[in-house]
């Protein structure tokens, strides 16, 4: 079972709050990754980090943004959320390449 | 253009039935290939990972093939069980760069019926 937590797994906001969605590994990973997931459609990559202080932007444009202060720790914020917004949004972490990503069980945002 | 396309969208079997889903990529160059078990409101599980010059691989009733010629793999699941509904996805990496590029398909949807 992997060690990768997120919070919270659901939340349901109004437009133009600020939104932090909290995603810790206990594995020691260097690698963390972001990605939205919309039903039905294939995952996206949003973000990623390859250790602390790193952090890229992945294929699919997003308004998050991303801070890695710790290795554990790769928490995704939205200053100002939108209906458009809504979505699955997974985090996961691996040791490496040729490596399984290990997923958390995401959180499902809802923007009214 | 790097894809991954999975057949079919959704399958519906009886319990104790088998079952086999399809990938097909044009990720180039190849690295390894994974099927992903996503139950329902849980993050991915890998099941199996396949590299360039594996066939063939199973772990417990899932094996998983794996035609590099024509970028073709299949994952089967002997004597379905209830808790094999779940959606099914073909991950790719490519090693065109560090990143080590993961292309998504869009997953099987699975359910076993009693």
């Known amino acids: 079972e992997a060690d990768i937590y997120q919070t919270p797994r659901y939340l349901v906001i109004g437009t133009g709050k600020k939104i932090t969605l909290e995603c810790s590994q206990t594995m020691g990973h260097d690698k963390m990754y972001w990605y939205q997931q919309d039903p039905g459609m294939e995952l996206h990559l949003i973000h990623y980090s390859y250790g602390v202080n790193s952090t890229e932007k992945g294929d699919l444009s997003s308004e998050s943004t991303v801070s890695r202060i710790r290795t554990e720790h790769f928490p995704l914020t939205l200053e100002s959320a939108r209906p458009s917004h809504t979505s699955q949004y997974l985090c996961a972490s691996t040791s490496g390449a040729g490596q399984p990503q290990h997923f958390g069980d995401g959180t499902r945002l809802s923007i009214l | ?114």
Request: charged content about 15%; hydrophobic content about 30%.
């Open chain 2, 1 to 114: 253009k790097n894809q991954v396309e999975q057949s079919p969208q959704s399958l519906i079997i009886l319990e104790g039935k088998n079952c086999t889903l399809q990938c097909n990529y044009t990720v180039s160059p190849f690295s390894n290939l994974r099927w992903y078990k996503q139950d329902t409101g849980r993050g991915p599980v890998s099941l199996t990972i396949m590299t360039f010059s594996e066939n063939t691989k199973s772990n417990g009733r899932y094996t998983a093939t794996l035609d590099a010629d024509t970028k073709q793999s299949s994952l089967h699941i002997t004597a379905s069980q209830l808790s094999d509904s779940a959606s099914y996805i073909c991950v790719v990496s490519d090693r065109g760069s560090t990143l080590g590029r993961l292309y998504f398909g869009r997953g099987t949807q699975l359910t076993v019926w009693p």
